[in-house]
């Protein structure tokens, strides 16, 4: 006969595998559904819009101009990709995310059970093994559920970008920016919204970011410890430098290869502090003494 602390636990668990399930949606509900709005959308679906966009007269698009038409037809199917893309944010709000966090729940309580005496925690505990193999993609449920956010943060941003690149060609006129391409753009703008391309963006915006840092690394001067005696030496030609009027420094940053001009001295003091031998110190010194018989 099961122990009451058994019938507990066994309590806990049909508690959790039930209720797992049941999850918040993170969506209210609404008056209206995605289906009636699309229903009035229908009119600008077709391909055959650009019929009444290429027509000259206007009473073939009902009045509107060319830009008028067009914009009503990228505006309508806008809206289309937005009340799709909302069924989308809450399809993935509800996939995967009960069973996870209930499997691991129910794992701890069969063999927190299993250290129980009787048969039935016996059970319990073999009944564990069952489970934790449900579970083999729990890890994956997780990763996906970390993951998603940062996808739909992704797909927001990127969509607002596109859409801010139809709304700017909206605008223009008919020559500028024809409908064929705002259609061009609503397909990026439907790929945005897209999990696809939503990594896309991120594995490109993190290979432009890690560009940008290593060009700011490579941009740092390397600290590099010098003999003492290099270092006054070098000190003593940084000096002197200093002190040579502007049409001297022209003389040497153009004999070392660096621009003249306002930037000379910057130039010349730039190529004297990577010098870590005398042989490179040298180089520089050589062509001071050539041009002012000055000796370091």
Do not use: H
Not at 65 to 92: C, H, P, Y
Request: proline fraction near 4%; hydrophobic fraction near 45%.
């Amino acid at each position: 006969m099961p122990s009451q602390n058994v019938k507990r636990a066994l309590a806990s668990v049909l508690c959790l595998l039930t209720s797992g399930c049941a999850g918040i949606t993170g969506f209210p509900e609404r008056t209206y559904t995605t289906a009636d709005q699309l229903a009035a959308l229908t009119k600008y679906a077709p391909a055959s819009v650009l019929t009444p966009y290429d027509a000259v007269d206007n009473a073939a698009r009902g009045g509107l101009t060319k830009e008028g038409w067009r914009n009503e037809v990228l505006e309508a199917r806008i809206q289309d990709m937005n009340l799709r893309f909302q069924d989308f944010e809450r399809s993935l709000y509800k996939q995967g995310v009960g069973f996870g966090v209930g499997t691991d729940w129910v794992v701890l309580a069969l063999t927190g059970a299993g250290a129980l005496a009787g048969g039935a925690a016996n059970a319990l505990s073999g009944a564990a093994a069952g489970v934790t193999g449900a579970r083999a993609s729990f890890d994956k449920e997780v990763l996906y559920n970390k993951t998603l956010p940062v996808l739909l943060a992704q797909m927001v941003a990127q969509r607002q970008t596109v859409l801010v690149r139809i709304r700017q060609g909206e605008t223009q006129d008919a020559n500028a920016y024809p409908l064929t391409r705002g259609l061009a753009d609503l397909e990026d703008y439907y790929i945005a919204g897209t999990i696809p391309g939503a990594i896309a963006d991120l594995a490109a915006n993190s290979g432009a970011q890690s560009k940008q840092a290593q060009e700011k690394l490579d941009s740092l001067p390397l600290v590099t410890v010098v003999l003492a005696d290099l270092q006054k030496r070098k000190e003593a030609v940084a000096a002197y430098v200093k002190t040579l009027p502007q049409a001297d420094l022209d003389k040497l940053a153009g004999a070392l290869g660096k621009p003249t001009g306002s930037n000379a001295l910057v130039e010349i003091l730039k190529a004297i502090g990577p010098a870590t031998t005398p042989e490179q110190l040298n180089v520089i010194t050589a062509k001071i003494k050539t041009l002012f018989n000055e000796d370091f």
